[in-house]
């Protein structure tokens, strides 16, 4: 008989692994730790105790999200960390009573920010005609996104919780007003963190098996594609019947919310919101 | 006389502070850990040792990148893992020429992939008439986004290190061919990974004070913002003279990088790029 191969950290990780797509042929890690358990295991909360974050919390983990790249050291965005009861109330309103922006403990609300570099141009007498264009749309995004990401690894080392808000984009234009954003700032999404209700049951969401998202040297539609769709919608109405959710299947759901532009929360309308804001999209 | 109320892990957290801020008014954390460790240390490796990636590492990045939060569980995104040497090498010549392209274990395409939903509307009869709209375009491209920083922290956690590669978007066309991409896919940008060269020396790159980025309640513009301005702009320069590279500081080198089209390297014509790859941006 073969001696086992596994030890108890690569026993984890093919437990966290199966957790995360519910398929005998997850990936079997070699090799795993502490970041990885936690990165693997995430998973979003809405239901926070009536707490503060601790003391010194939310620098941490801005510090962290500073931490992540940003293209070219642009650093291209900002964040506000709302903790006023009543403006908490006015933005869960914004994004269509979430209720879960009114209980967190601080409400960040991400911002893709041009306005500091064209300041800045102002102030030296120097042109930043780059601005207005797809491309630095595009670099504010993802410096604002790869930013928060690290701040959700951050805040879930320190036992925190959060949840992604994209509804900051149903009314873009009053948020601005109520963060009082100046022009050429926009809030890409936000993000409601606290202490977890440990009596609040959440699951990890299971994802599409690699065959669909992970590609070898070129892109591929076919099989291993429909394979991860058919098995994910199979999986994830277990995963909502679990939760206690209506058991639509993964199809069903993400077909339904991209039918169109009655499904979309207002957000059809972002290219003239941004337009409104001093985002031109050259 | 009170009792030091520091211990070491705090120690390490405020050590850790000062190399990414540089300013003696950086954060103290009163907490810390490993995950907060690896994440405050971040840096940008570009030099890489001839070694593969070691066995699964490739497939538990990936799946720490499907661990990140999904919008609506859309999962708008796929990723091209490129290690065939011709292809890298052409890849490196679409962005620039830049040699790290060349060397890495793994070059990474991060996509946005709305193809996949597309397809799969079409399979069942339905409308997905959401798809071309900027919404959706950021949908993709933060779900990338998020996708791409967990795989960053997961491959730094294993030792491994590497580079976010903007210049996938100079040539969005050519690239789009290379990668065999469907319509409505875009490489959002690339990523070089591999077993950090030891013998070259990479430093944390400072960034801009927390006064600049992190607001309280409302945005604000001022003294703030300027003050951080000035500081990163000072010890940019320390940072630039330490790496050997032109001591220009921060002010100088961002307002050279927005200056113009001049300066964007082709993608000033990226909005163009997208409506060829049938990305409409309504």
Same mark, same amino acid.
């Given at each position: 008989?073969?001696? $086992?191969? !596994? ?9 966290? +692994? ?23 295991? !995430? ?9 503060? %974050? ?8 801005? &510090? ?14 900002? @964040?506000?960390? /709302? ?5 908490? !109330?006015? %933005? ?13 403990? /601080?409400? *960040? ?5 041009? !306005?500091?570099? =064209? ?11 780059? *601005?207005?264009?797809? #491309? ?16 959700? @690894?951050?805040? =879930? ?10 509804? +900051?984009?149903?009314? $873009? #234009?009053? @948020?601005?007003? #109520? %963060?009082? %954003? ?21 699951? /990890? ?7 669909? /998202? ?31 959710? $209506? ?15 009655? &499904? ?7 290219? #003239?919101?941004?337009? &409104? *804001?001093?985002? =031109?999209?050259?």
């Amino acid at each position: 008989m073969n001696k $086992p191969t !596994h030890d108890i950290q690569t026993l984890k990780g093919a437990a966290a +692994m199966f957790a995360r797509y519910r398929r005998e042929d997850s990936p079997k890690p070699t090799q795993w730790n502490e970041t990885l358990e936690l990165l693997l295991g !995430h998973r979003s909360h809405r239901a926070f105790l009536p707490r503060k %974050l601790p003391e010194g919390a939310l620098e941490t983990i801005v &510090a962290a999200a500073q931490s992540a790249s940003t293209s070219s050291n642009l650093q291209l965005w900002s @964040v506000v960390a /709302v903790t006023d009861q009543e403006r908490k !109330h006015r %933005l869960a309103d914004l994004a269509g009573g979430q209720q879960h922006i009114r209980d967190c403990a /601080v409400f *960040l609300v991400w911002l893709s920010d041009l !306005h500091r570099l =064209e300041e800045l141009a102002k102030i030296n007498g120097r042109e930043a005609a780059a *601005l207005p264009y797809v #491309e630095l749309f595009l670099t504010g995004v993802v410096d604002a996104a790869l930013a928060a990401q690290n701040a959700v @690894v951050a805040l =879930e080392s320190l036992g925190l919780g959060s949840v992604y808000i994209g509804a +900051m984009r149903n009314k $873009p #234009e009053e @948020v601005a007003k #109520e %963060l009082a %954003l100046p022009p050429k700032v926009f809030a890409v999404f936000g993000m409601a963190i606290g202490v977890p209700d440990p009596k609040v049951e959440t699951g /990890v969401k299971p994802r599409l098996g690699q065959g669909a /998202v992970l590609h070898r040297e070129q892109y591929s539609w076919g099989e291993a594609q429909l394979d991860a769709i058919n098995t994910l919608d199979a999986k994830f109405r277990d995963f909502q019947k679990e939760q206690g959710l $209506p058991e639509q299947g993964w199809i069903r759901q993400v077909l339904s919310r991209v039918r169109g532009p009655d &499904a979309m929360s207002g957000r059809h309308q972002l290219r #003239e919101a941004l337009a &409104a *804001l001093g985002i =031109e999209l050259k």
